[in-house]
């Protein structure tokens, strides 16, 4: 009943914006609580204020919950939403987006790729691994490397891109930029899922250590499972002697660079994804084409000591930009 009359609420709301001439759009995120996509939600009100828009807003209530980003797709398509941002939690939404589709809905991808999306608004996942995977070879010194993976889970094309391009910037065998499989060498001592979040980050540091204490370097999906990965470390008493690198580049992920919990992290920007995918939903609400494409949204290295032959900003940048903000 509730989530009905919910249903209700939102579809008046989007006929009245929609005869005020108010372009109607929608933001998908994989979770709410993410830091990540808490941004991302904020560059998109933001924009829509900016632009006279109407945003409607959903999420997962974890990485991987598509049941819930399908339900969020149609209440959007039937409260009258033109254009829906998402950032897939998997390929089981793709049905439903066809349907929207199918509707006139213009569908864009944001930070997540998926099967026939309109357009793509995304960092380089691919680079962002090849990034920290450089740092991390430079700062090992030429010490035989034994890697933790603390992955996202199988089958995400983000996942599986970061995790790729890490190895890959490691100088290890990997796939391409087009698999969504992970790629293994026998430098990989370990691996586990995550879910980008912090205490299964930790769970899943601490079953590598069981596994293999001698373990140096860790690539975390995610700066929250790098931060669960230390307190694992720091528990363990082997805190000093690893170095743990990470994908986001949030304000509190920069801190933990700055502290010396992340040696280095690739920075991107979900304000800027999701104020291009709000400026887009607008242009097509009036009359424009549908986007279309990979638009590359940004990405730099961000590292509190800098390694030969690695290009990287300080702190001071990385806390200057983190997220997208422009201070």
Known sequence: MLKQ??????AAAATTAF??????????TKTETNPFFVKMKEGAQEEAKKLGAKLMTASGKKDGDTAAQITAIE???TAGAKTILITSSGDAIIPAVKKAQAKGVQVIALDSPFEGADALFATDNYKAGVLIGQYAKAA?????????????FPGHPVGAQRHNGFMTGFGLKANDAKSNE???TPETVCAGDTDGNQAKGQTAMENCLQKDPAINVVYTINEPAAAGAFNALKKAGKDKGVIIVSVDGGCAGVADVGKGV?????????LKMAAMGVAAGVDYAKGGKKASGYVDTGVTLIANK?????DSKDVKTGTALCWGNKK
Do not use: F, R
């Open 5 to 10: 009359l919910s249903i209700t609420l939102l």
């Open 19 to 28: 005869a005020q001439g108010q372009p109607v759009i929608g933001l998908i």
């Open 75 to 77: 209440n959007m398509v």
């Open 140 to 152: 090992l010194g030429g010490k035989p490397a034994k890697i933790a993976m603390l992955d996202l």
């Open 182 to 184: 992970l790629s293994s």
């Open 262 to 270: 992340i040696a280095a992290t690739s920075q991107q920007y979900p």
């Open 306 to 310: 800098a390694v030969a032959g690695v």
